[in-house]
């Protein structure tokens, strides 16, 4: 992500201004209702537990917000509405497009791996363990999924290519367990290709995928601003107060705190940040639209123009391997 704060610029919200009264009756409990369908429909544990997790936060937000409310506080506006709708409308597309596309070609691809690869540590493993190689596998799967994560989520912040659908989650100017779920297929579909290291190792790919699902879902409760600091477990464990951090948008705030699960991993590679001012969210530069297909492909369609107005090859192609928002004046500069 780019060190330049841009100012913030007025949202666009296109030819049709919709009403409070609509989102809070009609559009935005449709699409909450659309989302809890489409997770608990499919046959996978971990939907199952997001959908329930997201609902239950996000009445948590809202109990919050009639206590406060009573001592005065603002009451929940357009903006915020229309944010968490645009949220649930992504996660949806992404639901459809991973069913679609991610889940058949990464079965296949885990399982021919699986088949073909010469190394056999899970294999091994599974051996030494015995009677505890379930609990064992999956404690060392979660562990090792947990580091890969912090790498491809830290690649995907300082490679444009990456960045330009991993930055669909980072659009959203609110936090609160509805950003949680504004997640490009796309995204998914890299943070899985970064597992593949761990089935080439011979580790069966439900395990893999188990400990993908538990690295997500562990992610979840972090998305909420009204838990406080945490003691001594937030020196090893991520935690909402530094996963703040990593959506927050001021300088000293860009590019840190990348930790699934454990947060050691930012303070071992120095991209640990602590909070030591209000954070502001979003975009560097705001994406100015509550479009669901604006906000997942605004980004890529940016460096697809670059790439393709590029003055050679070479620099087409620094375009999607450079960090965020490079331009060929940068390598002058240096």
Known sequence: ?????????????GAIKL????LEYVIFPILLVAFIIVVLSKQKPSSTLFGIGVVLLLGIELFRYFQL???GSEPLTDDTLLDATTSFSVQLIGQVGGL????PVLYIA????SEHTPFQVGT???TVAGDYAVPVTLVVMVFCADFLYYWGHRSAHRVELFWGSHSVHHSSEHYNPSTATRISFLDELWDLLVLVPLVLLGFDPKYVLGAYGIVLLYQL????TWMSTLGPIEKVFNTPNHHRVHHAMQKVYIDKNFGGILIVWDRMFGSFADTTMLPKYGLTVPIGTYNPFKVMFTELAHLGSKMRHA??????VQYAFKPPYWQPEDLKAN
């Open 1 to 13: 992500m780019s060190d330049f704060v841009a100012k913030p610029e007025p949202r666009k919200l």
């Open 124 to 126: 091994r493993l599974n």
């Open 110 to 113: 885990y399982g021919w791996l």
């Open 100 to 103: 679609l596309v991610i889940v």
């Open 69 to 71: 409310k009573r001592k």
């Open 221 to 224: 409760p972090l998305h909420q």
């Open 311 to 316: 003055r050679s090859s070479k620099e087409a």
């Open 19 to 22: 009403s409070q009264g609509a």
